[in-house]
């Protein structure tokens, strides 16, 4: 996994858009952060639940963390690109995108 395989991941979630935060890429759903790209784009973040974070810590640890402090405790997790799992981020951005898509747009593109 690499920055443009992220970033094409992102961007395939509905009404998703690239923006920039604290001068690195992040993308949006109806202007509410729920990914972001790492600087030197070695590292993401996905805005998850603590509940799914600890899912996909407890399934490669090498690969998501926590942020430090109070947003990592809300669910912010560091993904490092590198040995991630192709398929188990795009679940991760897709799960970012849900928790953070309005409820109307979760209703047209709920899943069958």
Known sequence: ???EQ??????K???ATEGEHQG???FRVSDKIFATLGP???WAMVKLRPDQQASYIKLEPSSYEPFAGAWGRRGC???ELGGAQTKRVAEAVHAA???TAPKKLLAL???A
């Not at 992220?6 to 961007?11: D, H, P, S, T, Y």
């Open 1 to 3: 996994m690499n920055a």
């Open 6 to 11: 992220f970033r094409k991941l992102a961007l």
């Open 13 to 15: 979630q509905p009404e």
């Open 24 to 26: 690195h890429p992040d």
């Open 40 to 42: 030197d784009g070695d």
């Open 77 to 79: 997790t560091r993904i």
């Open 97 to 99: 995108w849900r928790n």
């Open 109 to 111: 593109h709920e899943e």
